[in-house]
């Protein structure tokens, strides 16, 4: 059981599509993580928020666009999304937003671009 | 940057029998974290050992251990006694220290099979 919730399981839509990936974690942690995992590449970190601040943004296109309305939930909203953008989204959340914190996964969200 | 390589895409190993993945690293920093992440068929990352890099002793849990040689980059996993419940794939990840700002960077992953 993981304490990391991440919705939908699977995401299917057309690059004209608007849609929100949510995350949802029951840990009382303060810092959250959006990473995209493709097919043969290392995991990606996306987005970093602490205290609900973004405080990375790794060079994202804006069609990806975060929220975090308090430190439990994270959004991903997502338009005019292209099929390279097909991939696992995992969301992590982690007590702090310092270097030795572990992360704490949640299962993903499988989109699929048409 | 940091780079994080994992040679092995896939291994297998026997029920029961000691499996090691690879993990070497690239970096000019001399304070880091270093992890080993699962990642079960259920797509669940877990973590599965934690390293500080000022720590020369190797971090041990229970089955998992690490061989890590800071001199070499190397930071490779060993699971003793494997169980069919390992079967998943095994990502070795770099943290660093500097920049104030929480990053993992990640290898490419190994794909365990472990054959009853």
């Known amino acids: 059981e993981t304490g990391v919730t991440q919705t939908p399981r699977h995401l299917v839509m057309g690059m004209t599509n608007k849609k929100s990936l949510k995350c949802e974690q029951h840990?009382?942690?303060?810092?959250m993580y959006w990473y995209k995992q493709s097919a043969k590449k290392p995991l990606e970190l996306m987005f970093v928020?602490?205290?609900?601040?973004?405080?990375e943004n790794n060079s994202v296109p804006s069609r990806f666009s975060p929220e975090c309305p308090n430190s439990s939930h994270l959004f991903l909203h997502l338009h005019t999304l292209q099929p390279e953008d097909s991939a696992l989204y995992l969301c992590?959340?982690?007590?702090?937003?310092?270097?030795?914190?572990?992360?704490?996964f949640g299962d993903g969200t499988r989109l699929s671009i048409l | 940057a940091q780079t994080v390589t994992q040679s092995q895409p896939e291994m297998s190993v026997q029920e029961a029998e000691t499996v090691t993945l690879s993990c070497t690293y690239d970096?000019?920093?001399?304070?880091?974290?270093l992890f080993w992440y699962k990642q079960p068929p259920s797509r669940q990352m877990i973590l599965v050992i934690r390293?500080?890099?000022?720590?020369?002793q190797n971090a041990t849990e229970n089955r998992f251990s690490v061989n890590f040689q800071k001199a070499a980059k190397s930071f490779s996993l060993k699971i003793s006694d494997s169980q069919l419940g390992d079967a998943a794939m095994y990502f070795c990840?770099?943290?660093?220290?500097?920049?104030?700002?929480?990053?993992?960077?990640f290898g490419k992953g190994t794909k365990l099979t472990v054959n009853p």
């Open positions: 992590a959340s982690s007590q702090e937003a310092s270097n030795h914190q572990p992360q704490h």
């Open positions: 840990l009382g942690h303060n810092a």
């Open positions: 928020y602490s205290l609900e601040e973004r405080v």
């Open positions: 970096t000019s920093e001399s304070d880091y974290y």
């Open positions: 390293q500080e890099a000022y720590k020369q």
């Open positions: 990840a770099y943290s660093s220290l500097a920049g104030g700002s929480e990053k993992l960077v």
